[in-house]
């Protein structure tokens, strides 16, 4: 069975952008998928151990920033 997707899904103070989750209030934005995660999401996308290619690729150690 396929999960539904919210229609705000990836939108700034919308749904999480992980299918999985799609908790409300996203407010960090992914600067590869160019999409709105929610904290924890976020927090998982950051891990320590991607912040090297992060850092070589986007010139910051955090995919995700949270966009105020």
């Not at 999985?20 to 960090?28: I, K, L, M, V, Y």
Request: glycine share 8%; aromatic share 8%.
């Amino acid at each position: 069975m396929q999960t539904e997707l919210k229609p705000d899904k990836g939108r700034k103070n919308g749904s999480c952008n992980v299918t999985a989750c799609q908790a409300p209030g996203a407010t960090f934005f992914n600067k590869s998928t160019r999409a709105y995660y929610c904290a924890d999401c976020a927090k998982e996308i950051n891990w320590p151990g991607g912040r090297a290619d992060c850092m070589a690729l986007y010139g910051t150690p955090l995919l995700c920033e949270e966009d105020h």
